[in-house]
């Protein structure tokens, strides 16, 4: 597909039954066309993720060589990554952008470009060959991916699983709005591990949020966390529970066990509805 | 019963169906013995509770005429409820600590002191007569009884509920221990409406704290926030949820009604449990 | 003096330069009077306290021996903290209330009971004998004493100190009320150590809270608490800072040391009013 | 200059005396690549904000008319916020990117595309002409720049203003450590506009977190939250504090004042240093 909303749309169109889009990498940061397309419409639900390196093989038509290479084509996010890279190696070839990397790999098939830093899956379906690949300027880069389907049951908890949200607050204009959305996930000690403002409405100064956190809707603790962001902000979307690409089992603090959430449960239960004497 | 230990101990021995003791009075505070003794040994549960005016009667042997009294004897918590009435009405009396009112009365019987400052009701167990009733220096000052039986179910929630509890905390040695217990009750909306350190173990330095909070046991926001205490303390112990004296409703905060946490309630088991597609 | 009021009253109007009263003992917490006499009127400043061990003697008139002891006599609040040593040593004999303990030894002196629990210092008083010293139940329990002067400069830090507060809340009728006065000390690190409700004007439901930190009014940490304090609440009432009797250091923790606070007003200070260009 | 890391760069290397830099826009949120040149290398200072609304231009070559246009060229960025405006005037013509709209509209003047989506102020400097001006999808989506110019002293208070920050947190690894920042602002009365995380060091998990909050350095509240900030994160980046381009004033909550501060300072210096009795 062409853009992030494409895949997106397919899946929701029920053309394709998933959609694996960047959410997040380590040197730009959230991709905007992602959080937000995730975030309205006909929802959808993470089921799992992948952390893909970031590296860019240099494709060339068979037969060129480094030395002739004068023109290089990418999309331009794919340039902070390879600047050093380049100044070692091609210090005096052109770079040009194009609308993605596939793009720059079909215009050097065409001849408009030498070389195209894009993905060395691309080489085949242009008919170009790999120069030199796995090209990056920080070995421990990394894009994380998701795995998008339509709505509906969340994959079983693993122990080492994230959760997705997106949260729409009632008011943010005085101090202390966000902490009281956050507060609703720490009282819970349910670790956030990420979170980003988007505008809301396209006007500045309103936002919603997109979080992350450690943990699974079927966990007592998340499912408390979730509960109490239900009833402190307008509106929050529930984009899914996933094993963590990086299998990393949730930190549990103090009280906050789920051992804890369910002794805490039977002790009101009995509090509410006392054993009879026998 | 002479004291709160002796009438809460009959409670505990099926002596007597129910104790009405002393919690709190508006002049001198919470009243140690019963918190204390609630605290520890067989758990009870208070079942209601009673504000009283604080107001004496000056019983005298019949006959004895007010110019004549020249001895007062009173329990000593007494005397700075009554120091001005006492001042304009028998300045020149002198006045005498006894171990109760009824003490005091009993005295008073046997002829020691010439009049007693206690409650009517003990006028004809000791053969008094009261000379004068309703004596205070601040007219709305109360005690606040509370009926305590044996440990069992509560009352039906009124909506105008209190709870009382005592909570034993973790760690009271870092900063920010005591806010995060009492974030348990604030996060879900409930308001502490009393809480005093109680010293525990006989060392001064570590505390149990003794709570009142508007709301009921059945309440969801009170369920939740007792769990939430039960995880993050040590102990907890539930000594009831009774209908308040004053009948004043619970004041309920935007997100934390009871609609607001069943909605969530049926949101989060819709997201476990997603409705089939027809 | 015959009472906690009397004794601060006579700092008051000069007549004594200091009073030494007790303002909670670790089997019965919190002394009221105390606490209210110091929350009103004139402001009064604690300088030093003192831990004194809680321990009776039993005193007798001259010749009497314990297997002669029927009767014993004391203050009510005597009782729970000698009640095992009595069973173990007197197990026969009867007790009985008396106003107070010196009340107790003043009427062994009339006859009226063979022994009183008392401060072995009554015993010269009263003409009596000290039958056996140092008895409690509980080996540490100890009343914290405080030294009451005039208001004035507080004594110089010691990195072992303690601060005493009463604080009257703005509105106590909102979840959380109790919980953003409470962060004004966690979130400068400093730790609560006592916290009392007491009732305000003679109505119950309306409270002030006598406070104990860790820490001095000299420290940068406990200033900006105390600043806090005094934006949120109605009125601070500032009772001193004073070396702990106990001689513990306060805990620092991260970020919160008098070095972090000096740190951070010295980048502020740089924020405001950058270096000059040399 | 050709992006916002060379305009930075011309600003620390004194070529140039400000760089006014786009830092978030209402369609596509933060702009990363601002926020992280800021964030890193040689300190900068914001003095100034402008909102911008978001409109383009279809520039060309003078003589060409609408129905020529075949191919257009922009930045990736402006294809979201125009998308609806081609589909309804030029939906046959094909999209180019471009490295940036002012490239797009240099490769119009070389004659490689038809039209430009661009500034209409880059008509002149590339000899094209507007053929279509204020060409947006959205009539209120605005873009914030901000003016960039060398650290030195923020520009005066004016009562409407904003304070821009960099937050690297000490430990996010636990429930609470990003509750525990924003609550150095909230505590303070202070209110945050923005947020957003930035992966720090390439690695997804670790963030530092882009920051502005309402209010001014010199504001006594802003102040104390600064220092808050500054001592329980591992580093705190000042970028500026400047008037809102709304002019929306600050909104004062109950005890956050300046005047509030003033008294709270006045009060603990006295506490420190009684007047002396005269």
Request: glycine share 6%; net charge negative.
């Amino acid at each position: 597909m062409g853009s992030v909303s494409a895949a997106l749309d397919a899946v929701r169109r029920d053309v394709v039954h998933g959609a694996m889009v960047p959410l997040e990498n380590s040197v730009e940061g959230a991709v905007p066309a992602t959080l937000d397309e995730l975030a309205v419409g006909e929802p959808l639900m993470i089921t799992t993720e992948v952390l893909l390196p970031i590296a860019f093989s240099l494709l060339v038509r068979p037969g060129m060589q480094l030395a002739d290479v004068k023109t290089i084509a990418s999309h331009p996010h794919a340039l902070p990554q390879v600047r050093r890279w380049l100044a070692s190696n091609l210090s005096d070839a052109e770079w040009h952008a194009a609308a993605s990397n596939a793009d720059a790999a079909r215009r050097v098939q065409e001849g408009q470009f030498d070389a195209a830093l894009a993905g060395s899956f691309a080489a085949q379906h242009y008919q170009l060959v790999p120069l030199h690949e796995d090209i990056h300027d920080r070995a421990e880069a990394v894009t994380r991916f998701v795995l998008v389907s339509k709505f509906g049951r969340p994959p079983l908890p693993t122990g080492a699983d994230r959760t997705t949200l997106v949260v729409f607050p009632r008011d943010t204009d005085r101090p202390g709005s966000l902490v009281s959305i956050l507060q609703e996930c720490s009282t819970r000690g349910v670790n956030l591990t990420r979170i980003e403002s988007r505008p809301v409405g396209s006007k500045l100064g309103e936002y919603h949020f997109s979080i992350d956190f450690d943990g699974h809707v079927e966990d007592a603790s998340v499912g408390e966390a979730l509960m109490g962001l239900r009833r402190v902000c307008a509106d929050v979307r529930f984009l899914g529970s996933y094993p963590r690409a990086d299998g990393i089992a949730r930190r549990v603090f103090s009280g906050t066990s789920e051992q804890d959430f369910a002794n805490a449960a039977c002790w009101l239960a009995r509090l509410r509805q006392p054993l009879p004497d026998v």
